[in-house]
C-alpha cells in the first residue's frame, strides 16, 4: 500500500465540524427538535435513515409543513405516503421512487450537478436545509463511527447544517476516509437496526452484454473509472475481468467492484493520485459489497467535493468516465434527465465527471446506452434532442458514445463526421430517419 496515498486521502476528511452534544435519546425526542417548517435534509440511496423517516410520519402532527431534501433514491421512504400532509419534497435527482410526491404536486426539482449540491443545501445556500438525518455505524477504531455506505454530500454537510440526527445502525458498515466522524458531530443519536436499503442489478441481457463488451474495448490497463448505476455500467464492468491495474475514483463502490478485485483487475497501483485506494463518495449495491467495503483498508469513502471535484478528477491520468443516456443527439449532445414529458433524473454526477474526463491526460468520456427503448419502437439516437429537453452534456464533453452495434468515437469529429458515426451506432431500424 502507498502511505503517501494513504495519508493525502486522510488528510481530506472535512476540517472544522462544530462540536455537538452528541446525546442518545430516542426517536421522539430528537424529531421533536426539528422545527415547524424546518428543511430537512436525509442521506440517499443505501443510507437512508429509514427508522427516523418511518418515526417521522408517526409523530406527523408535529407539524404543518416539513420539507424534505434529498437526491437518488432506490426505494420511496415512509413521508412520501403522506405527501402535503405535512410532507413536501425538493428532489435534486428525481427518480421513480418520488413519483407519488411528483403526482401529488408535493414535489420540485432543483436542477443542479453533483459537485453544487452541497453550494445550494449549506448555509447561505439557494435551498439551505435545516437539519440533516443520516445513519452512522456503531464505533469502531478509536470509539469512531463511520458513515459507511454514505459519504459524498451527506459527509460534508454534517460539518455545515445547523443541526444532525443520525440513526445508529450495526447494520452499517465501517468505511474509512471522510465518512469518519466523532460522536460530537452529531447533536443527537438514535439507536436502530434495520437493514440498510439495497440495489440489486438485474444480470445483463444479451444486449447490455454486448454494450459492456464494446465499451470494454475502450478502456485500457490501468484506466481509472468512474461508472453510474444500472445494469450497464455494470455490463462494462463484468468484461472488464482481463484487464489489470484498474483504478477506481468516482462516485460509487458496487457489486461489480467486489468482483474487480477479487479477479485481480482493480489494484489501483497505477493511479497519478491516490495509488493503490479505491475511493467513491458511496457504497451503493447489496449486503455483499456492505461486507466487503466494512474496515477495508483499500477504501475511501470521501466527500462530494474530492469525489466529484474536477481539478482533482483532472489529475487522474486515464481517468475514464461511464455513464448512460436517455437520448444522444447526432451532434453528441446528451439528454440524460427527461423522457418525453418525464422527469426521471438529474444532471447528477455527469457534468463533473465528463468535465473531468476532458481534463484529464489520456481521459476518456464515454455514454453507453441501448439504441432503442419501448421495444424497439423509439430510437435513442436522435437527429436532434426535442424542444425543451434538457442537455446534460453537451456535444463538446462526449467522446465515445456506445450501443450494442459498436462505438462511435466523436472527438475531433466534424458534425458531419458525428452523424455518420452515431447513424452507424443506431439501430438499423431508425438509422434512415438519421439523415
Avoid at 89 to 100: G, K, R, Y
Wanted: with cysteine; hydrophobic share 45%.
Amino acid at each position: 500500500m502507498d502511505r503517501t496515498a494513504r495519508s493525502h486521502v486522510a488528510e481530506l476528511r472535512p476540517e472544522g465540524r462544530p462540536r455537538r452534544d452528541g446525546r442518545l435519546v430516542d426517536a421522539a425526542t430528537a424529531l421533536a427538535a426539528i422545527a415547524e417548517r424546518a428543511r430537512v435534509y436525509f442521506s440517499p440511496i443505501c443510507s437512508v435513515p429509514v427508522a427516523l423517516l418511518e418515526a417521522m410520519v408517526q409523530h406527523a402532527d408535529r407539524w404543518r409543513e416539513l420539507t424534505l431534501v434529498t437526491d437518488y433514491l432506490i426505494d420511496p421512504v415512509a413521508p412520501f405516503a403522506h405527501p402535503n400532509e405535512p410532507f413536501r419534497l425538493i428532489s435534486l435527482q428525481p427518480t421513480p421512487a418520488t413519483d407519488a410526491m411528483r403526482r401529488a404536486g408535493a414535489m420540485r426539482t432543483v436542477s443542479a450537478s453533483y459537485g453544487q449540491f452541497v453550494s445550494h443545501l449549506q448555509p447561505g445556500g439557494a435551498i439551505a436545509v435545516d437539519v440533516a438525518l443520516v445513519q452512522i455505524s456503531l464505533p469502531g477504531p478509536g470509539g469512531r463511527v463511520s458513515l459507511g455506505v454514505g459519504g459524498g454530500v451527506t459527509a460534508e454537510l454534517i460539518g455545515r447544517v445547523p443541526f444532525v440526527i443520525a440513526e445508529m445502525n450495526p447494520a452499517m458498515p465501517y468505511t474509512f476516509g471522510a465518512s469518519e466522524c466523532d460522536l460530537t458531530d452529531f447533536d443527537l443519536i438514535v439507536e436502530v437496526d434495520h437493514p440498510l436499503v439495497e440495489l440489486s442489478v438485474p444480470a445483463p441481457d444479451d444486449v447490455a452484454t454486448a454494450i459492456g463488451r464494446h465499451a470494454a474495448s475502450q478502456v485500457p490497463d490501468g484506466a481509472c473509472l468512474e461508472f453510474g448505476i444500472g445494469a450497464i455500467p455494470e455490463a462494462v464492468l463484468t468484461a472488464l475481468h482481463d484487464r489489470t491495474d484498474l483504478g477506481l475514483h468516482g462516485g460509487m463502490i458496487s457489486d461489480a467492484v467486489v468482483d474487480l478485485a477479487a479477479v485481480g483487475a482493480l489494484s489501483g497501483r497505477r493511479k497519478s493520485v491516490d495509488a493503490g485506494l479505491h475511493v467513491g463518495a458511496g457504497v451503493v449495491g447489496t449486503r455483499r459489497v456492505f461486507d466487503w467495503v466494512d474496515r477495508n483498508p483499500d477504501v475511501y469513502v470521501v466527500g462530494s467535493s474530492y469525489s466529484h471535484g474536477i481539478c482533482d478528477l483532472a489529475r487522474q491520468e486515464r481517468f475514464t468516465a461511464i455513464n448512460s443516456a436517455i437520448e444522444i443527439a447526432c451532434d453528441g449532445s446528451v439528454n440524460a434527465e427527461v423522457a418525453g414529458t418525464k422527469v426521471v433524473s438529474g444532471p447528477g454526477g455527469q457534468p463533473d465527471f465528463a468535465i473531468g474526463a476532458n481534463l484529464a491526460p489520456g481521459g476518456i468520456s464515454m455514454l453507453a446506452l441501448r439504441s432503442t427503448a419501448a421495444g424497439g419502437t423509439v430510437s435513442r439516437i436522435v437527429g436532434q434532442l426535442p424542444a425543451g429537453s434538457p442537455t446534460t452534456l453537451p456535444r463538446h464533453l462526449v467522446d465515445r458514445v456506445v450501443t450494442e452495434f459498436g462505438v462511435a468515437e466523436l472527438k475531433g469529429r466534424s458534425p458531419e463526421e458525428r452523424r455518420e458515426a452515431l447513424r452507424a451506432v443506431a439501430h438499423p431500424d431508425h438509422r434512415a430517419a438519421l439523415g
